[in-house]
Structure formats: C-alpha cells, structure tokens
C-alpha cells in the first residue's frame, strides 16, 4: 500500500477521493459529544476507534497536549501491546486488522462570542515518511446541549466529504489523502 510511484505520493495537500482503494484502509471513527458544561468549558466527550491500522513494529496517535485529558484506552485487537503515554496512544507489534479504540475529552469547541460556536477537528492524516496516504474519517457530533443548533459545516459537501444533520446529530464521512482540518459552526437561543 506504500508502494507507490514518487509522483504519486501524495506530499500534504488535501484531495477528497470519489472511490476507496480496493484493500481496507485505516478508517478513524469518532463521536463526540457536546453538553451544557461544553458550552462553558470548551471540552467535549470523545469515543474514538481506529480500524485497518497499518501492519507495523511501533506506532503511534499523538493528539494535542493542550486539547486532551482523561485519555484510556478501551479496546485492542491484533496489537501487541498498547499504552498511554501523556497525551499519545503507543503501539508496539501492530498487526494487519488492527484496531484501537480510546475515551477521552477533547477540548475542541470554542466559544466565539455572540452566542456562536465553533467545533475544530484534524488536522487528520495518515502519514508515512514523507507522503500521505488514503484515510477515512467518520465523525458523529451530538448535540446534547438543548439550546444548541447547527449553523455550518467545512468543509462542504462534495465527492468525497458528505454531511448529514439528524435530529441532534451532525454526521459526517470523509475519504481523503492529505491533511483533513473540519469546522462545524453553532449557535445557541439567547437567553
């Protein structure tokens, strides 16, 4: 799956794919879940699987030191042996159908003033040596905050990247070699 032609490797650049490869690739899953305390705090439920990871000695998730706490791992499979380490999951003796599944709580929401919100995602990747190769990324948002609505998405709905709105969901998929960065923008009722 490394194997590519060096033109064709992707340097970075975000390019949504229409179709996925033929074998499976790594699919990263999240929920997260957004509640009054989100509103005040910025931080948010996060549920989190990674599936198909890469046949690999060492690996490793490493997420924001200043946007992650509470971070556990509660499943693996076909993994040797997996730790947190301050804010990364470590992975030793990764075999092929992998999986990884995390909890945690992410400080993703930002309060933009004016009743607004904003949830930053990404960037996600997935990166070997210098290129980058296919990921999809499966996102659920729920919205349990009862004055909280949705405004917008980014990026848009194209070949690729699609969106649905589902009572207090957001659900989106994307399918994608590069760097993925998501905004989904709220607002809440005034008081």
């Known amino acids: 799956m490394f194997f590519k032609g060096v033109a064709d490797v992707n340097g970075g650049d975000l390019k949504f794919l229409s179709e996925a490869p033929a074998s499976p690739i790594h699919h990263h899953q999240n929920q ?22 890469d046949p690999v000695p060492d690996m490793q998730i490493v997420y924001g030191r200043e946007r992650i706490r509470n971070l556990n791992i509660v499943r693996s499979e076909n993994i040797g042996r997996a730790w947190v380490h301050e804010n990364s999951v470590q992975m030793e003796q990764v075999a092929r159908n992998a999986l990884i599944c995390i909890t945690a709580e992410s400080r993703a929401l930002t309060a933009e003033g004016n009743n607004r919100y904003t949830l930053s995602n990404g960037p ?23 004055d909280l609505h949705f405004s917008d998405i980014n990026p848009k709905s194209q070949p690729g990247f699609s969106f649905i709105l589902q009572g207090n ?14 905004r989904i923008d709220f607002s809440t009722t005034s008081p």
């Open 32 to 53: 997260i879940t957004l509640t009054p305390e989100s509103l005040l705090s910025g931080w948010a439920r996060l549920e989190q699987c990674h599936h198909h990871l």
């Open 124 to 146: 996600y990747m997935r990166r070997f040596l210098d290129g980058y190769y296919p990921m999809r990324v499966s996102m659920k948002v729920r919205m349990e905050a009862p």
């Open 169 to 182: 969901e957001i659900i989106y998929e994307a399918l994608f070699e590069g760097e993925l960065r998501t």
